[in-house]
């Protein structure tokens, strides 16, 4: 298998964002959780999306895992790697983008390397090098106060400035609107100036397509899934890929078995969304001071799903409003209660699937991640969008068989995603 594009992405649910937004613009796209094994056999595909969960460790763990999937992924051909990160930044004065994007660009011979976090389609733009979400300055918006990465400063330069070894520049949108020679030219001269990474703005797809056409020139890129869309617009451009596009009819073919969705993301998103989903089904939410306190909650929860999940799909949500995620953080430490949700909503996934749940809904990217690792899923292939960065993912290679997922970061998705997502997985 030889592949046109790599990527590392720092999170699963990140990973299927990316997988979606390459299959969408015309690249045979697989998944994987981790570096495969070498026994598992994939599909020919464009390109690869590899899935870590590197986003909220210590930098340099991140960087070694990093490291070797960047290794895996030129093995198989793959001339540009994009480090894919979250559209909100999400990262501490660490790390993780600075010292990974520097590793990578390292590895692949030195160099500059262009970075943004913008996907218009998802109300995530940068201007000036600052980051908008919906038309407000990241550090007002909702999004501000991730429960493990909280993003107080929307000044994407000053951000990267704090996790870099090296000079950050900015490539501003008057730039990128004359095209791509004249980003080229602006990147040389930051060059000789000894910058290394370099923040671009984007408010429109556009601005993606030229970064794209720059970017696929250079070893390395970082960015969210609006990077990704003008690296397979260019890819496709450029006559390389003849497979006569991506396809996702394999990926939806319909499994037997049960539905549940599993919930941890505590955004304003998933909280909502989960209102609107109790108007249909039953909703368990759960006490995250009682999982914190030990294992009955986990128990108590399985044998509530247990009875009820033959008659359709059912609901577990360890969510909690961000006045309660601080009150916890604060009596437990935010990594000891992260630890103890996403334990049990792994736990409680898998006690699901054993049940013979096979469709299965995963709100939040650390619930993703814990739960994926727990029923030890080695690759996904793409399937239909359920909403922007949302696909339907079918299993490959799996122990338990054949399995529909979604995998959602706990922004996305409409009011009625929960059941717009069951519903796509006939």
Request: a negative charge.
């Amino acid at each position: 298998m030889a592949i046109f594009l790599g990527s590392i992405a720092d999170d699963y649910t990140g990973a299927s964002d990316l997988a979606n937004t390459l299959t969408k613009n015309g690249l045979r796209t697989v998944q994987t959780v981790g570096i495969p094994d070498p026994s598992l056999a994939l599909p020919d595909v464009d390109a690869v999306v590899v899935s870590l969960k590197i986003r909220s460790v210590p930098a340099s763990d991140a960087v070694a895992a990093a490291a070797s999937a960047e290794r895996w992924l030129r093995q198989r051909g793959a001339g540009h790697v994009l480090y894919k990160i979250c559209s909100t930044f999400d990262s501490t004065d660490a790390g993780n983008i600075g010292p990974v994007t520097e590793a990578l660009s390292d590895a692949a011979g030195g160099g500059i390397v262009l970075v943004t976090p913008a996907f218009p389609e998802t109300g995530r733009t940068v201007y000036l090098g600052h980051l908008f979400v919906g038309g407000q300055p990241l550090n007002e918006s909702p999004l501000k106060d991730h429960p493990l990465n909280p993003m107080h400063d929307a000044n994407l330069v000053r951000v990267l400035t704090r996790q870099s070894r090296n000079a950050v520049g900015l490539i501003d949108l008057a730039c990128i609107a004359a095209g791509a020679g004249a980003v080229k030219a602006r990147l040389d001269a930051l060059r000789t100036a000894d910058v290394t990474t370099v923040i671009a703005d984007a408010l429109f797809e556009r601005d993606l397509e030229t970064l794209g056409e720059v970017a696929l020139e250079m070893p390395v890129s970082t960015g969210a899934s609006g990077l990704g869309l003008g690296l397979a617009r260019a890819l496709v451009r450029s006559g390389r890929i003849s497979s006569g596009g991506a396809t996702t009819a394999d990926a939806i073919r319909p499994v037997g078995g049960l539905s549940a969705i599993v919930a941890g993301s505590c955004s304003t998103a998933t909280l909502h969304q989960l209102d609107i989903a109790e108007r249909s089904m039953p909703v368990l939410r759960l006490d995250p001071e009682r999982l914190l306190a030990g294992p009955d909650e986990i128990a108590a929860a399985i044998s509530w799903a247990g009875d009820r999940i033959s008659t359709g799909p059912v609901v577990v949500a360890a969510s909690a409003a961000p006045e309660t995620v601080s009150r916890l953080q604060s009596l437990y430490g935010r990594e000891a209660s992260g630890h103890a949700i996403e334990t049990a909503t792994s736990i409680i996934t898998a006690e699901l699937v054993e049940r013979g749940v096979r469709r299965l809904v995963i709100a939040g990217g650390e619930t993703s991640g814990a739960a994926v690792d727990r029923l030890a899923i080695p690759a996904f292939l793409i399937g239909p969008e359920i909403a922007p960065g949302v696909p339907v993912l079918r299993t490959i290679g799996n122990a338990q068989g054949d399995m529909l997922l979604a995998l959602k970061s706990g922004n996305f998705g409409g009011e009625d995603f929960f059941t717009a997502a069951l519903a796509m997985m006939h």
